[in-house]
């Protein structure tokens, strides 16, 4: 598993999570295993310093467990939620009627967009070898 997760890394360096999200959804079939394997893809790559995270231009400033627990919590765990944004307050054009009709790429490619809204707590910033950073 951990030569398929480096696999994974190395396709999606330097890109922004929805780059990881898709490589690994092209691997992972099942949402909860994907999601799983995000996470532990991520916490593997904070606590080896090739990234860090951040939001508008600022750099998370708590320890990579409290890192991977904002994402953890703020990550939806299905597939629905992560698509069409949480229930309540929704304000996504699109109905649960759409997300039934959509094919299954669509579906995948539609989940990656959650990396870029405001619900995401924070975007990746990959680590150069000379230690600069690369903001997503």
């Known amino acids: 598993m951990k030569k398929q997760w480096e696999q994974i890394v190395e396709l999606s360096e330097f890109w922004a999570f929805n780059g990881l999200w898709m490589f690994i959804r092209d691997e992972y079939k099942n949402f909860s295993e994907a ?3 995000f996470l532990g893809i ?3 790559l904070l606590y080896s310093g090739r990234i860090k995270l951040g939001k508008s231009g600022v750099l998370l400033e708590n320890s990579v467990n409290e890192q991977i627990s904002l994402l953890t919590n703020a990550l ?3 597939r629905r939620e992560m698509i069409l944004g949480p229930a309540a307050s929704s304000s996504l054009p699109m109905r649960i009627e ?3 009709q959509m094919a299954e790429e669509e579906k995948i490619a539609e989940e990656s967009l959650w990396f870029f809204r405001e619900e995401c707590p924070a975007g990746v910033v990959w680590i150069r070898d000379d230690g600069s950073e690369e903001w997503t």
């Open 76 to 78: 939806p765990v299905d």
């Open 98 to 100: 759409d997300f039934d």
């Open 42 to 44: 991520v916490e593997d």
């Open 35 to 37: 999601r799983k394997v």
